[in-house]
């Protein structure tokens, strides 16, 4: 897809959940790839295969945001989301493409994560859904016993969800450490393979929040082992849809 093309093109790179604390604002921002973006105009959602039109798209300068009639290639627009969009999607006025997506990259730090307040539980589902859409950290639930388990890049990104649960969620979680090296995606193509070593690993597995099956390796020794005793199923160190 080129930018002068005439056909309507574009993805979502980057999804803001209150952007402005005051209406719970989550906002999906569109890259326009190719074509032009208008105002109250169809265009169809790849991924949900259905069409959406979008009476407030908005561009955002520092601080001030306008709504706008129409873009262009290289511009990005802002659109409100009630939950249709995941980065990575493609926007186009027809065409079925899909443009490679943002990956997911194994996190450095693991860390439980419990609800500090019974009384909260939805509100906590609500906020770690749409904090984890924004792609700074990754929830993964394990197989064995449904717990959760956050991963990031750095220490600091623990802190930084719990104060957003907090003050825009009203919601309360706690930490505990799991000692936990490596997150590695699977895939295998021999079904027989591939249930022979969820059978043996599955303590080690967890699915990540878009359902796919996840190795949490504890060291890295650990790792080496499990590549060697199943040599059928591949490792991956990113995720992209």
Not at 36 to 52: D, P, S
Not at 125 to 138: R, S, Y
Request: aromatic fraction near 12%; include cysteine; charge should be neutral.
């Amino acid at each position: 897809m080129q930018p002068d093309e005439e056909k309507f093109s574009g993805f979502v790179f980057k999804i803001h959940a209150n952007i402005d604390p005051r209406h719970r604002d989550r906002i999906a921002f569109l890259r326009i790839c190719s074509g032009k973006f208008e105002r109250n105009t169809n265009y169809l959602h790849v991924r949900n295969a259905r069409q959406m039109r979008f009476a407030n798209p908005t561009s955002f300068m520092a601080s001030k945001k306008e709504v706008i009639d129409d873009a262009y290639p290289g511009d990005v627009v802002g659109l409100y989301d009630s939950g249709n969009f995941k980065i990575g999607d493609t926007l186009t006025d027809g065409e079925v493409l899909h443009f490679k997506g943002i990956p997911h990259f194994s996190p450095e730090q693991f860390r439980y994560v419990e609800n500090a307040d019974p009384l909260k539980s939805k509100q906590l589902a609500k906020g770690l859904d749409q904090l984890m859409d924004e792609g700074v950290a990754q929830l993964f639930t394990k197989e064995i016993n449904g717990r959760k388990i956050i991963g990031t890049v750095g220490a600091l990104q623990f802190e930084v969800i719990q104060y957003r649960l907090q003050h825009e969620y009203g919601a309360s979680c706690s930490y505990e450490p799991v000692n936990l090296h490596k997150a590695c995606w699977i895939r295998c193509d021999d079904e027989k393979a591939f249930q022979e070593f969820r059978s043996r690993r599955n303590k080690d597995l967890a699915k990540d929040k878009d359902g796919q099956l996840v190795f949490l390796a504890e060291s890295a020794w650990a790792l080496k082992m499990a590549q060697e005793a199943h040599p059928a199923v591949e490792f991956r160190f990113t995720s992209e849809e």
